[in-house]
């Protein structure tokens, strides 16, 4: 069951995804004690959770990693699948019974982990620390926004270097034009898109990488490992999936566990089934359900400067 409702810059929409009755009750009591909370719908298994997600964009999900009812398959891969759909992910408050999902759920950057039977108190807490984040996170792109309506360096030539001339003047040969300094004309034009680097955020510590520089991702259970063409390994705890969502050209899945950079393809051997990649030993197996996307590198490589012999 589900209700639209208008929702104004202070409030925060929320959506409870749990399989026990109880414990929804339990969780909405707790929170309708926020003024600025706004109820939205329950949903008790994975596809209606995900459906009320995409369909009110709540901030906020109270969500059941480990329910009763193992068919509702409620689990972490629910944030995975939002990953595919949305830019900004809401916030989302863990409430289960289990102690040991808390590591996990940690991985997966949830706001908060609550134990049930829920203590008052520690919903209240974990809901003061979303609101905090929130907070943080509208202040922040309020700041992004206002940057981007600085005038470029281009925008503040014009003005120092053009004058208007009176609609009545006469313009005559010994009329001066003023003019934009070619300086700044050549540093507009010469304007490019910024290369995208990867940053790989674990408990404060931040780990910024050229997304060039990225020979592979191969996966390795809900974590991923990113090999670099330095030889390097960097761990990220997010799952293969995740960066196959977020991702584009030059990186291309071509196995349940690998994601290439095609840059750094070297050899394709379709009998082996194998990709090498440059300058190594390294041989990355491609699968029947991905062979589609190896014939696309093969194409890709001969619409390119190309010579086949």
């Known amino acids: 069951m589900s ?19 109880e414990s929804v009750a339990k969780t909405k009591a707790i929170a309708d004690g926020f003024s600025e909370l706004v109820f939205v719908a329950t949903a008790s298994n994975y596809a209606d959770g ?9 901030k906020l999900i109270f969500l059941e990693i480990d329910p009763e009812d193992k068919k509702s398959n409620l689990s972490l891969t629910l944030i995975n699948e939002l990953h595919r759909y949305l830019s900004v992910i809401p916030k989302i408050i863990v409430t289960t019974s289990k102690k040991e999902l808390a590591f996990e759920a940690i991985q997966y950057e949830v706001t908060d982990y609550v134990l049930k039977p829920i203590q008052r108190i520690d919903l209240i807490k974990s809901i003061l620390k979303m609101k905090k984040a929130i907070g943080e996170d509208e202040v922040f792109i309020a700041k992004k926004a206002s ?6 360096p281009v925008e503040e030539a014009s003005q120092d270097f053009t004058e208007e001339q009176p609609e009545d003047a006469e313009e005559t040969n010994d009329t001066p034009k003023k003019q934009i300094p ?24 931040y780990r910024y990488i050229d997304a060039k520089d990225i020979c592979y991702f191969q996966a ?16 990220a705890f997010k799952t ?15 196995h349940n ?28 197996p491609f699968s029947k359900s991905y062979k589609e996307n190896v014939d696309l590198i093969i194409s890709d490589f001969a619409n390119g400067n190309y010579l086949e012999i």
């Open 3 to 21: 209700c639209k409702l208008g929702q104004t810059l202070m409030n925060y929409p929320y959506i409870i995804i749990d399989d026990n009755p």
């Open 50 to 58: 995900l459906h009320l997600i995409l369909e009110h964009s709540p």
């Open 147 to 152: 940057l981007h309506k600085i005038q470029s």
């Open 182 to 205: 070619v300086s700044f004309t050549q540093k507009g034009m010469a304007h490019k898109e910024q290369p995208l680097v990867l940053c790989i955020k674990s408990y404060g510590d």
């Open 220 to 235: 390795d259970n809900n974590s991923t490992d990113i090999h670099l063409n330095n030889g390097e390994m960097v761990t």
């Open 240 to 254: 293969l999936k995740h960066f196959e969502g977020i991702l584009s050209h030059p990186f291309i899945r071509i």
């Open 257 to 284: 566990s690998y994601i290439l950079n095609r840059d750094y393809i070297s050899r394709i051997h379709t009998g082996n089934a194998v990709c090498y990649i440059k300058n190594t030993t390294t041989k990355i």
